[in-house]
């Protein structure tokens, strides 16, 4: 049986409500794959106020993780961990993460904006899985490089790379289907059983870019997303059992 509960990124109110939806239902959550995402848009806010790249593609999923980790620490269990799968972007090596200015009000560019939201999801990532392991939680957190994929996301590039995309597409990028292979590797594969922390690209494990393996970095950005999203103690909802 599939269920549809609709829940909006850009907005802290929807996503307190499709957590609130899903909670009322009772049920086990054994994967939660963060895949949403606008991409290089123009400058714009969401209705909180975010830079909407920042906003959509990182601060929505890190509250709507937080607030459904009650139910993942529930649901694992030592022999079966529950998993949390984050999709984020080869674009993140290039990512600069200006923690005084996240939102890009002093000077925005839609490549920067996004490439920043992408490299914030990979530091989340590492510092959940730090947060869930230090708490003894069987639930693992794992982040995802899905490759070039053909698909909608593109409809704000320069008008020069969608010439190129569709002249070239069939070569260089993959299908949607293709491009969800290593999402649904990271939440199902035998081997990842109870292993967390890892950037995975075309089902392999490799390395991120090496500014995302800084701690003080890791955990700044999460007290500062904590702020953002009116959850203060947080991190002490993580560690605890």
Not at 20 to 48: C, E, S, W
Not at 83 to 100: A, C, K, P
Not at 160 to 175: A, H
Not at 197 to 207: N, T
Request: glycine content about 6%.
């Amino acid at each position: 049986m599939v269920e549809f509960l609709f829940c909006n990124l850009a907005s802290i109110k929807s996503i307190r409500q499709f957590v609130k939806d899903f909670k009322a239902r009772n049920y086990p959550l054994h994967v939660l794959i963060n895949n949403a995402g606008v991409m290089m848009v123009p400058q714009r806010k969401t209705v909180d106020g975010f830079e909407e790249q920042f906003g959509v593609n990182y601060l929505g999923h890190f509250l709507l993780t937080n607030l459904l980790l009650d139910i993942l620490k529930k649901t694992g269990s030592p022999h079966h961990h529950a998993r949390v799968i984050t999709v984020s972007s080869g674009t993140h090596y290039v990512g600069e993460l200006n923690l005084d200015d996240l939102h890009s009000r002093s000077c925005y560019t839609p490549c920067g904006a996004y490439a920043q939201s992408k490299l914030a999801l990979v530091l989340f990532s590492y510092q959940l899985q730090h947060l869930l392991a230090a708490g003894g939680s069987h639930v693992t957190a794992n982040v995802v490089d899905p490759g070039v994929v053909n698909t909608n996301l593109y409809k704000h590039v320069f008008w020069l790379t969608k010439v190129v995309k569709k002249l070239t597409y069939w070569l260089l990028f993959k299908t949607p289907d293709e491009g969800a292979i290593t999402s649904i590797y990271a939440a199902v594969a035998p081997e990842l059983e109870g292993v967390g922390g890892c950037y995975l690209c075309h089902e392999k494990i490799i390395k991120s870019s090496s500014i995302t393996y800084d701690e003080d970095l890791q955990r700044k950005l999460w007290a500062e997303s904590c702020k953002m999203v009116g959850i203060p103690n947080l991190i002490n909802k993580v560690i605890s059992t």
